[in-house]
């Protein structure tokens, strides 16, 4: 169904790479646009809100996937019908029970956060949204399977462009936090259309005890990583929910959303398409080790720049519009925020490849040290100097920590790394050249 040789894997790996990256700086423009003209007519409380809420929504839905997604993108074996409806027919018991847990407990939540009708409306659209990207994960797993990310684009496009038109109207018209309600709902149906019809899967519920056991035993061990990854960042806005006001919250999103520009444009997309490849790799050494190097590469001379224009145009661009001084307060987490990710596009590639090679409990143990110190320094941050608190913890953290995963991976791959992440004009010239030549194709 999906067996794919060596040199189609590569191939495919960076024209996946190119393909995502040209086709979501796209979306990261309507999504740069987007953002600006928001934070133009919408206050840093309505911002604080929605993150907010966004947070309790990821935590929830945490508990709806016990890793059975990545066990089959991860699999040597090809995938089976089977795999396929006993994934399916887990997620969807776990997704509805969620959903219609939290939807009786709804009213409950709002009252936890102050929230009026408005943000009670927002909660339950998000859980809506949830459930119809639940409906994804088959149609999107048979793609990266594949590796066919030309096509896995297109609804992340339809998807921004709905959310983007939806939510800039209605705030422009004045509706507030229900814009960004509207907004969601919009973005859930639109994607799970367009999936649909890319990767057409004939829905279909089963179960296997032997298939569950199999790819569980993969599955919880990373979903073990994405629970503690959720108890470090959303949990920990929950946290923050209570003890700072959403307006401070606000300021946070803020900064980090501008912050991660780079990230979400490269980043992401080097992941998402690297994990499947990798993972195709993993009995291959040689090739994994160039893979993974070309892949910091890769990442270091586009991140960097990118990272150092953000730092240079954020303050002229506060500036510009009166109505956009008001995020001003934000500026120093933002420069903070950009240091931290810089260390985490280093670290990031690296527990990437021990995903893929299988070794989970490495990265567990890794994700163990983040989560425990995030939860220790962040707090007393937070009590100390404010919002700014959140963004001082990320960057100490990132950077006292980046060179264990680096340890961790050179115990199963032998990589260079600085010449790489400071390669030689020669080397940037011939690496240019290949993708040159592969986004020709």
């Known amino acids: 169904m999906d067996e794919i040789n060596l040199e189609e894997v590569k191939k495919r ?3 996946g790479v190119l393909a995502l990256t040209s086709r979501t700086f796209f979306l990261q423009l309507i999504s740069f646009v987007t953002t600006f003209l928001l934070t133009i007519f919408l206050s840093p409380s309505i911002f604080g809100i929605f993150f907010v809420v966004s947070a309790v929504i990821s935590f929830l839905g945490y ?3 016990i890793g059975l997604a990545a066990a089959l993108i991860q699999k040597k074996e090809t995938i089976t019908d089977e795999d396929l409806k006993t994934t399916f027919t887990i997620q969807q018991v776990l997704v509805g029970s969620v959903v219609g847990l ?3 407990f709804s009213q409950k939540i709002a009252l936890f956060y102050e929230l009026d009708n408005a943000g009670l409306w927002l909660l339950r659209s998000l859980l809506i949204s949830f459930f119809l990207s639940s409906l994804k994960t088959i149609p999107s797993i048979i793609l990266e399977r594949k590796l066919d990310f030309n096509r896995l684009v297109i609804p992340q496009i339809v998807e921004t462009a709905f959310f983007s038109v939806v939510v800039v109207f209605l705030a422009i018209k004045g509706f507030g936090i229900a814009s960004f309600s509207w907004a969601v709902l919009a973005r859930g149906i639109s994607g799970l259309i367009v999936i649909y019809f890319l990767s057409p899967w004939k829905i279909g519920f089963g179960f ?8 569980l035993s993969f599955g919880l061990p990373f979903q073990a990583n994405s629970f503690l990854a959720l108890v470090k960042d959303d949990l920990f806005t929950i946290f923050l929910g209570k003890v700072l006001p959403f307006s401070a919250i ?3 999103g803020w900064a980090k959303k501008w912050a991660e520009f780079p990230l979400r444009l490269i980043m992401d997309n080097v992941i998402r398409v690297t994990f499947p490849a990798f993972s195709r790799l993993q009995n291959k050494p040689v090739y994994l ?5 070309k892949t910091i590469l890769f990442l270091s001379l586009l991140i960097l720049p990118m990272s150092l224009i953000m730092i240079l145009i954020i303050n002229p661009l506060v500036h510009l519009i009166p109505r956009y001084l008001k995020w001003e307060p934000a500026l120093f987490s933002f420069y903070l925020f950009v240091l931290a990710n810089l260390f985490s596009a280093i670290s990031t ?3 990437n490849v021990l995903n893929a090679i299988g070794k989970i409990k490495v990265t567990l143990k890794l994700m163990i040290m983040w989560t425990i110190l995030t939860w220790l320094i962040s707090p007393f941050l937070v009590f100390k100097m404010g919002f700014n608190g959140v963004a001082l913890a990320a960057f100490l953290i990132a950077a006292s920590t980046v060179i264990i995963p680096i340890v961790a991976v050179k115990k199963y791959i032998h990589f260079d790394l600085l010449p790489n992440i400071f ?12 993708l040159w030549q592969n986004f020709r194709l």
């Open 13 to 15: 790996a960076v024209k």
């Open 63 to 65: 508990f709806s996937d």
């Open 102 to 104: 939290s939807f009786i």
């Open 208 to 215: 296997s005890p032997v298939v569950a056991k199999r790819l």
């Open 250 to 252: 606000g300021y946070i």
């Open 289 to 293: 080790k160039a893979a993974l190097e």
């Open 349 to 351: 590639p690296l527990t």
């Open 423 to 434: 390669p030689t004009k020669s080397k940037v010239l011939e690496e240019a050249k290949i």
